[in-house]
């Protein structure tokens, strides 16, 4: 089974930018999903992107400040994140599937996370 690492985490002030990274441990052919979680709270959805790269979709709370992007022959993913609020804090993770959901249980194949903090 296709392993996947986070990395790009750190501490950001408001307004600043980080990119993430999610690398697969082979080449998958599944969409690429981005979610994450604050303490004490679910786990939501943040971004998708298909293999082909040509659907993505985005929650409402991220459009117009985060970007995925991907590049099959590297068997990556990114996340950048822009215009970054204290309300973006929370541990990042990736997830891999055959499908295109928004909902983590749809999800079988999880990387170990990556802390974003953003200070105010």
């Known amino acids: 089974q296709v392993q996947l690492v986070e990395s790009g985490g750190g501490l950001v002030q408001a307004g600043g930018s980080l990119r993430l990274s999610c690398a697969a441990s082979?080449?998958?052919?599944?969409?690429m999903a981005w979610f994450r979680q604050a303490p004490g709270k679910e786990r939501n959805f943040v971004a998708v992107?298909?293999?082909?790269?040509?659907?993505?979709y985005y929650a409402d709370s991220v459009k117009g400040r985060f970007t995925i992007s991907r590049d099959n022959a590297r068997n990556t993913v990114w996340l950048q994140m822009n215009a970054l609020k204290p309300e973006d804090t929370a541990v990042y993770y990736c997830?891999?599937?055959?499908?295109?959901?928004?909902?983590?249980?749809?999800?079988?194949?999880w990387g170990q996370g990556t802390q974003v903090t953003v200070s105010s």
């Open positions: 997830a891999a599937d055959s499908g295109l959901y928004t909902s983590a249980d749809k999800y079988d194949i």
């Open positions: 082979e080449r998958t052919q599944n969409a």
């Open positions: 992107i298909s293999w082909s790269g040509l659907r993505i």
